[in-house]
């Protein structure tokens, strides 16, 4: 059984950092390109980022580049999402989700998706 | 980017009737889309991808079409566990963009 679970959410000044991770189990963890996902309280889903299967290229949204960095570590089948400088903005839900292949953009199509961990950022 | 939209915001119908709902890509995305249904207090659930084909496990009742920039997405009969929101998305290119979503409610 494909499952996702993320941890390292909680409530961040604004201009704090925080990491999120997601643990991912049932499948061939390094075949596969993953994501971060969010959905501010009340507000329809917003794609973050995504990194391929092999970790070597990786993708932002707009609104949070140069400030969020996605990593994962295929030995330890987590993917990460290092944030930076949030803004009260950033104040999601952060969803892992798995894409279908390993490294183009018609791979991410979300087929498992984590419960999310939430993220405040409020002064 | 592409812009995805959707209609209508929302809608309330009853049990048993036939619910459509469209989407609409700011440009040609062949049939890179998908179809996920978001109940309150819960992840996303993919329902149709490549436009049209159906999840395993997912009721017949739910179906999904078209190409290009045009799409629908169609509960045959309606049913009280498929309130819930229900989004579109594109995966042509980066960035994989959603659709606002479709609140769908029994009247």
């Known amino acids: 059984e494909v499952q996702l679970l993320e941890s390292g959410g909680g409530l961040v000044q604004p201009g704090g950092s925080l990491r999120l991770s997601c643990a991912a189990s049932g499948f061939t963890f390094t075949n596969y390109a993953v994501s971060w996902v969010r959905q501010a309280p009340g507000k329809g889903l917003e794609w973050v980022s995504a990194i391929t299967s092999s970790g070597i290229s990786r993708y932002y949204a707009d609104s949070v580049k140069g400030r969020f960095t996605i990593s994962r570590d295929n030995s330890k089948y987590t993917l990460y999402l290092q944030m930076s400088s949030l803004r009260a903005e950033d104040t999601a839900l952060y969803y892992c989700?798995?894409?279908?292949?390993?490294?183009?953009?018609?791979?991410?199509?979300?087929?498992?998706w984590g419960q999310g961990t939430p993220v405040t950022v409020s002064s | 980017d592409i812009q995805m939209t959707q209609s209508p915001f929302s809608l309330s119908a009853s049990v048993g009737d036939r619910v459509t709902i469209s989407c609409q890509a700011s440009q040609d995305i062949s049939n890179y889309l998908n179809w996920y249904q978001q109940k309150p207090g819960k992840a996303p659930k993919r329902l149709i991808y490549d436009a049209s084909n159906l999840e395993t496990g997912v009721p017949s009742r739910f179906s999904g079409s078209g190409s290009g920039t045009d799409f629908t997405f169609t509960i045959t009969s309606l049913q009280p566990d498929d309130i819930a929101t229900y989004y579109c998305q594109h995966y042509d290119n980066l960035p994989p963009t959603f659709g606002p979503g479709t609140k769908v409610d029994i009247k």
């Open positions: 989700a798995k894409g279908i292949c390993g490294s183009s953009a018609s791979c991410l199509s979300f087929d498992y």
